[in-house]
């Protein structure tokens, strides 16, 4: 979970979210990788292609933002803006659900608080935000009523260990902890 109670009130939990799987992956680069099998083993990517999954009447679709530590707060949003108009019009170009490095959830706006999410291969990990809620917690040693996003990681443990999952999940933290 992370305490995100210090976050400006227009913060883009999206974005956030974006960027901090970023960082979790520069932390720990195992989990921006593909498991192509016991014979090809782990291929780690430098790139962060996210895949987003949105939720539609029609099922699900998980449409891919490319390079995201490369670009701007700007050039992202107005990225998922138009893959979310591609995805309601039911036009989101074939190559667009293709080649995601590690997936996001946000689970959290539909409700629910954590999930056993499920990672689709060729990729190694899932990370899914559940609903943000008032919940009491330490802060500075006292208790304190503060904000919290409830998160999960699945991840295919044949290439991935746990310290290698355990050191992205906290570098994930870190970063969605920051107050901007």
């Known amino acids: 979970e992370a305490d995100i109670h210090d976050w400006p009130a227009e913060a883009d939990v999206t974005l956030r979210l974006a960027r901090a799987i970023v960082a979790g992956c520069k932390a720990e680069p195992a ?11 782990r291929r780690l990517h430098d790139k962060v ?8 009447e029609e099922g699900l679709f998980v449409p891919v933002l ?23 019009a039911r036009g ?12 996001l959830s946000n689970f959290g706006m539909f409700g629910g608080r954590h999930a056993s999410l499920v990672v689709l291969p060729p ?22 009523v503060r904000r919290v996003l409830p998160l999960s990681l699945t991840f295919d443990h044949r290439p991935v260990m746990g310290g290698e999952a355990s ?12 107050a901007e």
């Open 123 to 144: 990729q190694v990990a899932i990370i899914g935000a559940g609903r943000i809620s008032e919940r009491v917690v330490a802060h500075n040693g006292n208790p304190a």
């Open 66 to 88: 490319r390079d995201v530590g490369n670009r701007s707060a700007q050039d992202l949003r107005q990225g998922l803006e138009r893959m979310k108009a591609d995805v309601r």
């Open 167 to 178: 050191r992205f999940l906290a570098a994930v933290v870190a970063d969605l902890e920051k």
């Open 49 to 56: 292609n996210l895949g987003i999954a949105m939720d539609t």
């Open 92 to 103: 989101v170009p074939l190559e667009e659900l293709r080649g995601q490095t590690i997936t």
């Open 31 to 41: 989990l921006n990788a593909w498991y192509l099998g016991r014979d090809k083993g």
